[in-house]
Protein backbone atom coordinates (compact mmCIF):
# COMPACT_ATOMS: atom_id res chain seq x y z
CA UNK A 1 0.00 0.00 0.00
CA UNK A 2 1.76 3.33 -0.55
CA UNK A 3 1.60 6.04 1.91
CA UNK A 4 0.37 8.60 -0.53
CA UNK A 5 -3.23 8.47 0.93
CA UNK A 6 -4.90 11.77 1.27
CA UNK A 7 -8.43 12.56 1.88
CA UNK A 8 -10.52 15.55 1.31
CA UNK A 9 -14.68 16.33 1.58
CA UNK A 10 -16.52 14.85 -0.98
CA UNK A 11 -18.35 17.40 -3.73
CA UNK A 12 -20.75 17.41 -6.34
CA UNK A 13 -18.28 17.48 -8.76
CA UNK A 14 -16.82 13.83 -7.60
CA UNK A 15 -20.39 12.19 -8.23
CA UNK A 16 -19.93 10.72 -11.26
CA UNK A 17 -16.16 8.99 -10.02
CA UNK A 18 -17.87 8.00 -6.29
CA UNK A 19 -21.00 6.42 -8.71
CA UNK A 20 -18.37 4.60 -11.11
CA UNK A 21 -16.65 2.98 -7.96
CA UNK A 22 -19.80 2.48 -5.97
CA UNK A 23 -21.35 0.55 -9.06
CA UNK A 24 -17.77 -1.48 -9.51
CA UNK A 25 -18.04 -2.58 -5.97
CA UNK A 26 -21.91 -3.37 -5.15
CA UNK A 27 -23.95 -5.72 -6.58
CA UNK A 28 -26.70 -3.05 -4.77
CA UNK A 29 -24.82 0.62 -4.79
CA UNK A 30 -26.40 4.29 -3.89
CA UNK A 31 -27.86 5.94 -5.99
CA UNK A 32 -26.71 9.51 -7.39
CA UNK A 33 -29.96 10.22 -5.46
CA UNK A 34 -29.07 9.06 -2.23
CA UNK A 35 -25.46 10.76 -2.62
CA UNK A 36 -26.78 14.08 -3.07
CA UNK A 37 -28.80 13.37 -0.40
CA UNK A 38 -25.81 12.46 1.84
CA UNK A 39 -23.82 16.08 0.69
CA UNK A 40 -26.48 17.52 2.11
CA UNK A 41 -26.86 15.62 5.34
CA UNK A 42 -24.24 13.98 6.29
CA UNK A 43 -20.20 13.98 6.47
CA UNK A 44 -18.96 12.61 3.13
CA UNK A 45 -15.17 11.92 2.06
CA UNK A 46 -13.45 11.30 -0.88
CA UNK A 47 -9.73 8.90 -0.63
CA UNK A 48 -7.32 9.63 -3.08
CA UNK A 49 -4.01 7.19 -3.46
CA UNK A 50 -1.99 9.81 -4.90
CA UNK A 51 -4.16 11.85 -7.75
CA UNK A 52 -6.69 8.79 -8.18
CA UNK A 53 -9.90 8.33 -6.03
CA UNK A 54 -9.95 5.21 -5.16
CA UNK A 55 -12.65 5.09 -2.44
CA UNK A 56 -15.24 7.22 -0.28
CA UNK A 57 -17.34 6.72 2.99
CA UNK A 58 -20.31 8.66 4.49
CA UNK A 59 -20.46 9.12 8.41
CA UNK A 60 -23.29 10.89 10.13
CA UNK A 61 -22.70 11.94 13.59
CA UNK A 62 -25.67 12.60 16.23
CA UNK A 63 -24.91 13.40 19.75
CA UNK A 64 -22.70 10.68 20.90
CA UNK A 65 -23.82 8.04 17.73
CA UNK A 66 -21.87 7.56 15.10
CA UNK A 67 -23.21 5.58 12.29
CA UNK A 68 -20.89 4.71 9.75
CA UNK A 69 -23.48 4.82 6.25
CA UNK A 70 -20.96 4.06 3.59
CA UNK A 71 -17.67 2.64 2.97
CA UNK A 72 -16.68 1.78 -0.41
CA UNK A 73 -12.90 1.11 -1.78
CA UNK A 74 -12.26 0.49 -6.12
CA UNK A 75 -12.13 -3.20 -6.57
CA UNK A 76 -8.92 -2.88 -7.93
CA UNK A 77 -7.42 -1.06 -5.12
CA UNK A 78 -9.15 -3.51 -2.51
CA UNK A 79 -6.60 -6.18 -0.77
CA UNK A 80 -4.31 -3.39 0.25
CA UNK A 81 -5.54 -1.74 3.66
CA UNK A 82 -7.31 1.14 2.25
CA UNK A 83 -10.15 0.00 3.26
CA UNK A 84 -8.85 0.58 6.92
CA UNK A 85 -6.84 3.60 6.10
CA UNK A 86 -10.72 5.27 5.24
CA UNK A 87 -12.43 3.54 7.96
CA UNK A 88 -9.67 5.24 10.37
CA UNK A 89 -10.36 8.54 8.75
CA UNK A 90 -13.95 8.44 9.04
CA UNK A 91 -13.90 7.02 12.44
CA UNK A 92 -11.41 9.50 13.38
CA UNK A 93 -13.67 12.13 12.16
CA UNK A 94 -16.85 10.75 13.79
CA UNK A 95 -14.73 10.87 17.30
CA UNK A 96 -13.48 14.72 16.34
CA UNK A 97 -17.39 15.44 16.30
CA UNK A 98 -18.37 13.70 19.39
CA UNK A 99 -19.18 10.25 18.57
CA UNK A 100 -18.39 7.86 21.13
CA UNK A 101 -19.77 4.98 19.66
CA UNK A 102 -20.64 3.53 16.54
CA UNK A 103 -23.11 2.07 14.57
CA UNK A 104 -23.03 0.29 11.22
CA UNK A 105 -25.20 -2.43 8.89
CA UNK A 106 -23.37 -4.81 6.59
CA UNK A 107 -24.73 -7.51 4.63
CA UNK A 108 -23.91 -11.00 5.23
CA UNK A 109 -23.19 -11.68 2.06
CA UNK A 110 -20.26 -9.06 2.25
CA UNK A 111 -17.42 -11.37 3.49
CA UNK A 112 -14.51 -8.81 3.29
CA UNK A 113 -16.17 -5.83 4.91
CA UNK A 114 -17.27 -7.88 7.82
CA UNK A 115 -13.27 -9.06 8.22
CA UNK A 116 -12.45 -5.29 7.95
CA UNK A 117 -14.88 -4.28 10.89
CA UNK A 118 -13.61 -6.78 12.89
CA UNK A 119 -10.15 -6.11 12.30
CA UNK A 120 -11.25 -2.51 13.78
CA UNK A 121 -12.60 -3.58 16.79
CA UNK A 122 -16.59 -3.94 15.92
Not at 6 to 19: C, K, N, Y
Not at 84 to 92: A, V
Request: with cysteine; net charge negative; proline share 3%.
Amino acid sequence: MSDAVSFRPMTAADIETVLKIEYAAFSHPWTRGIFNDALTAYECWVMFEGEQQVGHGVINVILDEAHLLNITVKPQSQGRGLGLRLLEHLMQRARERGGRECFLEVRASNAPAYRLYERYGF
